[in-house]
């Protein structure tokens, strides 16, 4: 996998150590497992044990937010890497889940306090969603992983700077 376009910043030892969900959609489940097999290696690339990773699957993309909520809630996650695709149909039904699902799980990260990355494909046919999970490409799923990591270290050190504040 040649990874993600541009620089990807140094992870730190608490963004090794901590521990990531994968919370994945078990709709375009052939273009969601690429995405969890390329989140899953970036992570363990930079670092994090194997058992720091945990995949857990939902039926598709809508149930994703409701899922975070309650992984966060079972205290089982530092960060929740949230992987979907979502492929626009003839209906409307695209818009409303495509919107729902980045909504809720904007909410939830910014409700609960940690990071909540949407690593969600919201593309307009096939093959565009398989051009984006391309696991010898760059796959959206190393991404988001990457996002993840440098999220966990921001937060820590946003955590270290109040600590040092009081």
């Given at each position: 996998?040649?990874?993600?376009?541009?620089?990807?910043?140094?992870?730190?030892?608490?963004?090794?150590?901590?521990?990531?969900?994968?919370l994945a959609a078990r709709f375009n489940d052939a273009i969601v497992s690429q995405l969890i097999e390329g989140a899953r290696a970036a992570l363990l690339a930079?670092?994090?044990?194997?058992?720091?990773?945990?995949?857990?699957?939902?039926?598709?993309?809508?149930?994703?937010?409701?899922?975070?909520?309650?992984?966060?809630?079972?205290?089982?996650?530092?960060?929740?890497?949230?992987?979907?695709?979502?492929?626009?149909?003839?209906?409307?039904?695209?818009?409303?889940?495509?919107?729902?699902?980045?909504?809720?799980?904007?909410?939830?990260?910014?409700?609960?306090?940690?990071?909540?990355?949407?690593?969600?494909?919201?593309?307009?046919?096939?093959?565009?969603?398989?051009?984006?999970?391309?696991?010898?490409?760059?796959?959206?799923?190393?991404?988001?992983?990457?996002?993840a990591l440098q999220m966990v270290a921001l937060y820590a050190q946003l955590d270290s700077t109040v600590v040092e504040a009081s």
């Amino acid at each position: 996998m040649s990874g993600v376009r541009g620089a990807v910043e140094p992870v730190n030892e608490i963004a090794r150590q901590a521990h990531y969900v994968l919370l994945a959609a078990r709709f375009n489940d052939a273009i969601v497992s690429q995405l969890i097999e390329g989140a899953r290696a970036a992570l363990l690339a930079a670092g994090v044990a194997a058992d720091n990773i945990e995949v857990l699957r939902v039926p598709g993309a809508f149930e994703l937010p409701q899922a975070a909520a309650s992984v966060i809630g079972s205290g089982r996650a530092d960060a929740i890497i949230a992987l979907g695709t979502v492929i626009r149909g003839e209906t409307a039904h695209f818009e409303y889940v495509s919107g729902s699902c980045a909504h809720g799980l904007s909410q939830v990260g910014t409700q609960y306090g940690i990071p909540v990355l949407l690593g969600v494909l919201t593309t307009e046919n096939q093959q565009q969603a398989k051009q984006r999970a391309a696991l010898d490409g760059d796959n959206k799923g190393a991404e988001v992983a990457h996002a993840a990591l440098q999220m966990v270290a921001l937060y820590a050190q946003l955590d270290s700077t109040v600590v040092e504040a009081s």
